[in-house]
């Protein structure tokens, strides 16, 4: 289970070279962004705006953003792929390199601590599954199971980088292709009950991370309030 603390998260020596891939990966994006923006800028704005919506509300809050700008299925598939792949690979550089500057800076290593404590809670329950059990996880596009967070499951099981990389990224793949079309699918029978009603489904996917953090506190909230009655009732 801990594997991965052999060299550093990315199991590699030289933590500065996932890093500068990552500011390549960033500047390259940012350039693309400015070309489009100079070119076409309302197609600029569209693709800020579902990245916008990915980084509130995850997976289908940037799918439902690319179905609502009337982007062809294979198009927002396409977009969605290339982003989050860059994304996920400049996120990793990120974590690789706080994660080696932890001994240093104290708010690097409560940042990189708390995302690998997640990760080992989520190993321990997912061991018996081995890599399917991953690939599921990833597979699903709910808060905190996208291919970051399943790479860092895979470290903490043991499994090396590439391996690691090799289980999250494809699982990727394969759930944004799988929910941009079914989504496209329940986007239309929608659209046929009411004209705009798919609006409000797309600002809830961008709002359901906030309203499920909310609802998980309000119900840890309500557990320890019944749990200290109890215990004053006993007393």
Same mark, same amino acid.
């Given at each position: 289970?801990?594997?991965?603390?052999?060299?550093?998260?990315?199991?590699? +020596?030289?933590?500065?070279?996932?890093?500068?891939?990552?500011?390549?990966?960033?500047?390259?994006?940012?350039?693309?962004?400015?070309?489009?923006?100079?070119?076409?800028?309302?197609?600029?704005?569209?693709?800020?705006?579902?990245?916008?919506?990915?980084?509130?509300?995850?997976?289908?809050?940037? #799918?439902?953003?690319?179905?609502?700008? +009337?982007?062809?299925?294979?198009?927002?598939?396409?977009?969605?792929?290339?982003?989050?792949?860059?994304?996920?690979?400049?996120?990793?550089?990120?974590?690789?390199?706080?994660?080696?500057?932890?001994?240093?800076?104290?708010?690097?290593?409560?940042?990189?601590?708390?995302?690998?404590?997640?990760?080992?809670?989520?190993?321990?329950?997912?061991?018996?599954?081995?890599?399917?059990?991953?690939?599921?996880?990833?597979?699903?596009?709910?808060?905190?199971?996208?291919?970051?967070?399943?790479?860092?499951?895979?470290?903490?099981?043991?499994?090396?980088?590439?391996?690691?990389?090799?289980?999250?990224?494809?699982?990727?793949?394969?759930?944004?292709?799988?929910?941009?079309?079914?989504?496209?699918?329940?986007?239309?029978?929608?659209?046929?009950?009411?004209?705009?009603?798919?609006?409000?489904?797309?600002?809830?996917?961008?709002?359901?991370?906030?309203?499920?953090?909310?609802?998980?506190?309000?119900?840890?909230?309500?557990?320890?309030? #019944?749990?200290?009655?109890?215990?004053?009732?006993?007393?």
């Amino acid at each position: 289970m801990n594997s991965y603390k052999e060299k550093n998260i990315l199991g590699i +020596n030289n933590e500065k070279i996932p890093f500068f891939i990552g500011l390549v990966l960033l500047f390259i994006e940012i350039c693309i962004i400015f070309v489009i923006f100079v070119s076409k800028p309302s197609l600029a704005l569209k693709l800020i705006s579902m990245v916008t919506a990915f980084h509130l509300g995850g997976r289908l809050a940037i #799918i439902g953003a690319g179905l609502e700008f +009337n982007f062809p299925t294979a198009t927002i598939i396409l977009i969605i792929l290339a982003y989050l792949t860059a994304f996920l690979l400049i996120m990793l550089s990120v974590i690789g390199f706080l994660w080696v500057k932890a001994k240093e800076f104290k708010l690097f290593k409560i940042f990189v601590e708390t995302r690998m404590k997640k990760a080992e809670k989520r190993a321990e329950k997912m061991k018996k599954w081995s890599w399917i059990g991953i690939v599921a996880f990833v597979w699903m596009p709910f808060p905190m199971t996208g291919a970051i967070m399943g790479f860092l499951i895979a470290r903490a099981e043991g499994y090396k980088t590439i391996p690691s990389l090799t289980i999250a990224i494809p699982s990727m793949w394969v759930g944004v292709v799988c929910w941009t079309i079914w989504f496209d699918e329940l986007y239309k029978v929608i659209e046929r009950i009411g004209h705009g009603l798919t609006t409000y489904i797309t600002l809830l996917l961008v709002a359901f991370p906030f309203i499920s953090s909310l609802t998980g506190m309000a119900i840890k909230k309500t557990r320890s309030l #019944i749990k200290k009655r109890k215990t004053q009732a006993t007393k």
